[in-house]
């Protein structure tokens, strides 16, 4: 009796741990983030700078969280486009990743001045890093919502405007993903643009690359070529990277955040990496 009690309880707990492990398995599959080969851009290319976000602050070394370009209406709004303020507390490091957090907590500003309704999270490599040429890529997940508008995007670190290149602009009122270049110079702007549409990019982790050589841009979702740009409208002057969350204030491209989006929300990202 005592070697079958002995051999139902070992029985009992190989089960126990193969439940746990089977568990701790699953877990870990729905949170795996982007494990695919290199691809293909990347290939014979040199790391110039990355972080893979494993601590647990931002790394101002990498990152400040001021904005510093033309169209600015201060270091922490942008513009009438959009209606959400940057806020520090809306960059959160957790479990290896970057989380952009959107909410609607309306805030007083003081940069500039004023009440906003919505909340976001904003980094940019602004004196920090910034090159010509080379490929870009983030690993992501967008948050799905009407009026949400993150964002990884390209600008030059000499402060002027355009050029600007969109590698990854989400649009949450329309499911759709944008990435582009703006060229030209202000007002006379010219946009060369690339649409796909569907909830694809809030389902799950994919990578979103843009391959900047001169004469050519191509945009990369999960190291497949998407689009191509070329001629003499593409920029060589040395960019520098922006993250952002927020949300979309006009009434075109769906609209701004109504009673059906969810707050808070987070454009999360586990890396970004430049290679030159």
């Not at 746990?20 to 398995?25: G, K, L, M, N, V």
């Not at 942008?78 to 609607?104: F, K, P, Q, W």
């Not at 000499?158 to 499911?175: K, L, M, T, Y």
Request: charged fraction near 15%; charge should be negative; glycine fraction near 10%.
């Amino acid at each position: 009796m005592r070697t079958r009690a002995l051999a139902v309880g070992i029985a009992a707990v190989m089960l126990a741990t193969a439940g746990i492990a089977s568990t701790a398995q699953a877990e870990s599959s729905s949170e795996a983030t982007c494990t695919q080969p290199t691809s293909a851009p990347v290939r014979g290319k040199e790391l110039a700078w990355h972080d893979e976000f494993s601590g647990r602050t931002l790394d101002t070394r990498r990152w400040s969280t001021v904005m510093d370009f033309p169209g600015r209406a201060g270091g922490h709004y942008h513009n009438t486009s959009y209606g959400s303020y940057a806020v520090d507390e809306n960059v959160v490091l957790s479990r290896g990743r970057l989380g952009l957090i959107t909410d609607n907590k309306p805030v007083v500003g003081t940069d500039p001045a004023g009440t906003y309704q919505y909340t976001e999270g904003f980094i940019s490599s602004h004196d920090k890093f910034f090159q010509s040429y080379g490929y870009w890529e983030i690993c992501a997940k967008f948050p799905a919502g009407k009026g949400l508008w993150p964002a990884f995007w390209l600008i030059p670190q000499d402060r002027s405007w355009p050029p600007e290149i969109d590698v990854a602009e989400w649009f949450g009122s329309i499911e759709g993903m944008h990435s582009g270049l703006a060229s030209g110079n202000w007002p006379d702007v010219r946009w060369d643009s690339h649409w796909s549409y569907g909830p694809v990019p809030t389902q799950g982790w994919h990578t979103y690359g843009v391959n900047w050589t001169t004469g050519s841009i191509t945009f990369y979702t999960d190291g497949k070529p998407t689009s191509t740009i070329t001629g003499s409208q593409i920029p060589s002057k040395p960019m520098y990277v922006v993250l952002n969350s927020g949300t979309w204030a006009n009434p075109d491209r769906g609209g701004p955040p109504d009673a059906t989006t969810p707050f808070p929300n987070t454009f999360d990202v586990d890396y970004l990496r430049v290679y030159k």
